[in-house]
């Protein structure tokens, strides 16, 4: 790894910057996708936050099938520049390619890692504060139900006791190993 003392510092500010925007579009886009309330404070934040640059997007791309394929590929671009200025300032010069590929895994991970952290989210907040309601844990419960519902129905009754947050986890958590690494992989032949 090239550069110096400053590398490692300049490389977490660039992860940090754009992971933040990028994790905001991809929350714009799955929280559209199931269909969370759209006045709802965190919502508008993030609809404001991403607008400037998503609307311009949206003239060219356009939505498939209810799902805003803009928001998608705005959030792989982010990653993408993201990739770019890591490699940069590792000192492995200027490899757009690879990093548009490298931001493929990326936002995979990014996405399930979206899921992991609102379904820990919403364990932590229902130990603690069991009933609690606010805006983030309304959004927090839009964007998990549609992945526990299916499994607590399937689940036999545990006295009370809802074990599909760990269950959903667990396949979230093996759905990554088995797709991230093999794209890494592959791309790594690539370049």
Do not use: H
Request: proline letters at 8%; glycine letters at 8%.
């Amino acid at each position: 790894m090239g550069g110096g003392y400053l590398t490692e510092p300049a490389v977490f500010l660039v992860q940090v910057l754009f992971g933040l925007y990028a994790t905001l579009v991809v929350l714009r886009f799955l929280l559209q996708l199931t269909r969370a309330d759209f006045y709802n404070p965190v919502s508008q934040f993030i609809v404001k936050a991403t607008r400037p640059v998503l609307n311009p997007l949206r003239r060219v791309i356009p939505g498939v099938s209810g799902m805003d394929i803009a928001s998608l590929v705005l959030a792989w671009l982010i990653i993408t520049l993201e990739q770019l200025a890591v490699l940069g300032i590792a000192g492995t010069g200027f490899q757009p390619a690879a990093a548009a590929l490298l931001a493929i895994p990326g936002l995979i991970s990014l996405i399930i890692n979206i899921f992991l952290f609102a379904i820990l989210i919403q364990v932590i907040v229902s130990w603690i504060n069991p009933g609690s309601d606010n805006p983030v844990m309304g959004l927090i419960r839009s964007l998990t139900e549609p992945l526990l519902a299916p499994v607590r129905r399937r689940l036999p009754d545990m006295g009370g006791l809802d074990l599909s947050p760990m269950v959903v986890m667990i396949c979230l958590v093996v759905l990554e190993m088995l797709l991230v690494p093999p794209i890494k992989d592959a791309i790594a032949q690539l370049i």
